[in-house]
């Protein structure tokens, strides 16, 4: 039965006399019980999809065409109406579950409010937050009813916010980006719970997420979207077999495979382009590697090729052969080749970490950041240091480059004991520096925003070469290492992509010629696309300039790409360390053996061994 | 740090008059004419603003004397425009001065932390204890009235508001990753803080500096009107108002034009602050 049928709509929004498209023409049918994913990079109009859908669309944003729910036509109800079908009819979790729940409510509250709204006679009191017991038993947190959002995990938040989406019985649940904003292990277990429960409800789930894996893991029905434009529709498991789009293959073959190192990850060039600019043709014309003269006539509309399979690529008898041969050709393992460290250049020994509380204030309780975490670096080496957040990976990092002191232990960098920054030379501190530099997770505040991307990296340069005549050259030179023009040197920080500015401020840490750069999450917040092309640039710097990483990532499949050994770290010590291999393959500790197995994998049996 | 971080004690934006683009132009215009009146007092003014005429006395407005004249016959219309100068020169001088003093000083504490931050924040909680005009009225009071004490005194009371508000955004750059990267790159404090954070916080402190502007307008103002201020007899807006308060029947204009350039100033002056304080923040969040 279907439940859910979107048809031919059009997003757009109007800022101060802009029209903006954000998406364009797209269609969707759920039947009862059914799960739908919708999958596309960032800016590709997922989000504003669903919200299309229930007819949650910010100020300024409005939507065309007909989005029928139970035979009813909901684009254009009013406000009134709309709100019996929201949380009764269609129910909705959002990625951020920190801001989701009202910090003022207990958590049970957020589910008898819903409760109340749709109960039919009179409710004692007492039945009702029995009611609410039952609801949040059945998202695994029967003993919340009485706590505030603050005293719970991010996991456990978006549970509760599952529970009151859940709490008006809806026959549609939407989920936007649900376990995106998790650590690996919580998300593998949110989306079994969400799995389940729309199983056992008979529910239809939209899930929109940006990870295919996750996608192919949990639908039955995979749409990908980029730039506003449904490019492929398909089943999972089609998709995965054999992409009919080459954006589709594209995305496939850039994430990060977790069961081998690859030569090199297969990137995107360039980035999403807006809905507009590519209006009139097939949006994914510009990075397509088989574009042709016909692709930029006309917007191609989803063709059937198989019963339930259709794209918009209109070259796809054409080009099928070869893009199954380069899928061949980039899954080829590669072999990992240790380099053997010649020597030693960082040592970390039983270094320990404590957050005091707030100063002078009493019942601020102390947080251990590091339990005595011990680990060496070898010059030209790459380590990775694997952790969930509180793992303390971040804080070690931090106190590598002296951003914090650590309470106790030793650490040795290029010789010199640098646990205390504040305590060095100016001398030691100088040379410190260009031994280890850092990258940072979010690519918009790495950069300052006033100053151009010239002036950054001169002022890196000049720092220690004071005196050098070719600043100038020295920039570009930089520039290009990480494969930007230079003409990039006159922008701003605002007029580069996120992939943009993190090739900046690797280059402002290149800039003092530093021989081991930390990469604290340093591809985490970027599209899969974007995040292929950042690795790549990473080998390759690493093959020309003979740098070591120390990389600090949640994620394995990315680590084991770019790492000869890894740390696994967890509640601040290490639990398991080795070639990078060994223990993902074969991963000994019970926490490593869960991390492992937490990695998105595509096929459904991923989330019932949870 | 968002917008309403501006601290509202003893003044605020004015909310209460719609900024349209109609009374933002008007602000402007007045602003504009103001700073003009200020420079070209003595080729603007038909007469000399101390001259007395005796002769003439008290007069309403008429096709010689605009303004009508005050008590002594001298030419309120003159008057009011060289009373610019006095508007101008104190304000401007409050609001640098509590400008470079609260930068300085919420830089080193924001950045530095520590004791140096102790030390600064205590001086800064202390004069907000003190009710302001209130000290400035018995300072000015106590050590006689002249317009420079007035002045110093009143940056005095108003640069910890500044340093506070430039403590509070130093703070919250200060953890951002741009500034943890200068410093692993080995930049020097001094260069962090003027030359990265500085710019990046001038948003907050610039329409901050003609919100100062407004408030120091009205305080010299209020000191003056008290004769705390500059000498009587003097062609500034506050003594102007002040002495002319009693001719408000026989000449209205003698008090109306001084009062109400005090308004229209304070106004023009707050609402181009805030209208300054928008464009830059949005500049500053453009992605």
């Known amino acids: 039965m279907r439940v859910l049928e979107v048809h031919g709509v059009t997003i757009e929004s109007r800022i101060g006399g802009h029209r903006r498209t954000i998406v364009r023409e797209f269609d969707l049918s759920l039947d009862a019980g059914e799960t739908v994913g919708i999958v596309g990079e960032s800016g590709s109009g997922k989000s504003m999809t669903a919200r299309a859908v229930i007819g949650l669309l910010p100020p300024g944003v409005s939507a065309r065409g007909s989005v029928t729910y139970d035979g009813r036509e909901l684009i254009g109800l009013p406000e009134r109406e709309l709100g019996g079908v929201r949380g009764s009819q269609i129910g909705l979790i959002l990625q951020d579950p920190f801001t989701m729940l009202n910090p003022l409510l207990r958590c049970g509250r957020h589910i008898t409010e819903v409760l109340e709204r749709f109960e039919g006679g009179r409710v004692s009191r007492r039945a009702r937050r029995a009611e609410a017991t039952r609801r949040l038993a059945e998202v695994g947190i029967a003993d919340a009813i009485d706590r505030y959002p603050f005293e719970l995990s991010g996991g456990m938040r978006q549970r509760v916010a599952i529970a009151a989406a859940l709490a008006g019985d809806p026959k549609i649940l939407i989920a936007d980006e649900p376990s995106t904003a998790l650590d690996a292990t919580t998300q593998k277990e949110l989306l079994a719970l969400l799995k389940s429960l729309q199983e056992a409800r008979s529910m239809g789930l939209v899930l929109i997420t940006h990870d295919l894996r996750v996608a192919f893991a949990v639908c039955d029905r995979v749409c990908v979207l980029y730039a506003g434009s449904l490019l492929e529709v398909g089943a999972g498991a089609a998709l995965e077999a054999e992409p009919l789009h080459p954006y589709t293959l594209g995305l496939l073959l850039s994430e990060p495979p977790g069961d081998r190192r690859l030569a090199e990850l297969a990137s995107i060039p360039g980035a999403v382009p807006s809905p507009d600019d590519v209006a009139q043709m097939c949006p994914f014309t510009p990075r397509c590697r088989w574009a042709a003269p016909v692709c930029g006539a006309g917007r191609p509309p989803l063709a059937l090729v198989s019963p339930g399979r259709s794209t918009a690529c209109v070259r796809i008898h054409e080009i099928r052969e070869s893009m199954r041969e380069t899928r061949v050709v980039v899954e080829q393992p590669a072999p990992i080749r240790p380099a053997r460290p010649a020597s030693r250049l960082i040592e970390v020994e039983q270094v320990e970490k404590v957050f005091e509380g707030a100063v002078g204030r009493r019942g601020g309780a102390a947080v251990v950041a590091l339990a005595g975490v011990s680990l060496e670096v070898g010059a030209h080496e790459s380590v990775g240091l694997v952790g969930e957040s509180g793992s303390g990976k971040t804080t070690l990092g931090r106190c590598l480059v002296g951003l914090e002191t650590p309470s106790a232990g030793r650490i040795t960098i290029d010789g010199i004991q640098a646990a205390d920054y504040a305590a060095l030379s100016s001398g030691d501190r100088r040379r410190l520096r260009r031994v280890v530099q850092i990258i940072f997770q979010d690519p918009y505040s790495s950069l300052n925003p006033v100053r151009s991307v010239g002036t950054t990296l001169r002022e890196a340069i000049t720092l220690y070469e004071p005196r050098s005549r070719r600043v100038g050259e020295e920039v570009e030179a930089l520039l290009a290492k990480v494969g930007l023009p230079g003409s990039y040197a006159a922008r701003k920080p605002v007029a580069l992509s996120g992939g943009e500015r993190q090739r900046v401020a690797i280059a402002r840490a290149l800039a003092v010629k530093p021989r081991l750069i930390i990469c604290d999450e340093a591809v985490s917040a970027l599209d899969v696309s974007v995040q292929a092309q950042i690795l790549n640039l990473l080998k390759t710097l690493r093959a020309d300039l003979g740098i070591g990483y120390l990389f600090i990532t949640h994620d394995l499949p990315v680590v084991r790409q770019v790492v000869d050994r890894i740390y696994v770290l967890h509640r601040g010590a290490v639990v398991e360390s080795g070639p990078v291999d060994a223990v993902i393959d074969a991963p000994q500790h019970p926490y490593t053996v869960k991390l492992v197995e937490s990695m998105p994998r595509s096929s459904p049996d991923w989330l019932r061994d949870a | ?287």
């Open chain 2, 1 to 287: 740090m968002s917008g309403d971080a501006i601290p509202t004690i003893g003044r605020g934006r004015m909310r209460w008059i719609p900024r349209t683009p109609f009374t933002l132009a008007f602000s402007f215009l007045v602003v504009g004419v103001v700073v003009l009146l200020a420079f070209a007092a003595p080729f603007v003014a038909p007469r000399d603003p101390q001259a007395q005429n005796l002769v003439v006395g008290l007069t309403t407005p008429n096709s010689e004397f605009w303004f009508g004249t005050d008590a002594v016959g001298r030419d309120v219309f003159s008057r009011t425009i060289f009373g610019a100068r006095g508007a101008l020169i104190g304000p401007v001088l409050i609001a640098l001065g509590a400008f470079v003093i609260g930068n300085v000083l919420g830089l080193l504490a924001g950045y530095k932390g520590g004791l140096l931050d102790a030390a600064i924040m205590r001086w800064v909680d202390l004069m907000f204890a003190l009710p302001g005009l209130l000290v400035a009225i018995v300072l000015v009071g106590v050590l006689g009235s002249s317009y420079a004490l007035a002045v110093i005194v009143l940056l005095v009371l108003t640069s910890p508001f500044d340093t506070r508000i430039i403590r509070g955004a130093t703070l919250e750059q200060r953890s951002l990753p741009y500034v943890e990267a200068a410093r692993t790159l080995g930049v020097p404090a001094p260069r962090i803080m003027f030359r990265h954070i500085f710019p990046n916080i001038l948003p907050i402190t610039l329409p901050n500096a003609f919100l100062n502007f407004a408030f120091s307008l009205v305080a010299l103002s209020a000191l003056s009107f008290l004769g705390l201020g500059v000498g009587p007899g003097s062609a500034e807006w506050g003594r102007m108002l002040a002495e002319s308060r009693l001719l408000l029947f026989d000449n209205p204009m003698a008090a109306l034009a001084p009062g109400g350039m005090i308004v229209l100033t304070a106004a023009s002056m707050n609402l181009v602050g805030d209208w300054l304080y928008e464009r830059l923040a949005d500049r500053g969040r453009a992605r």
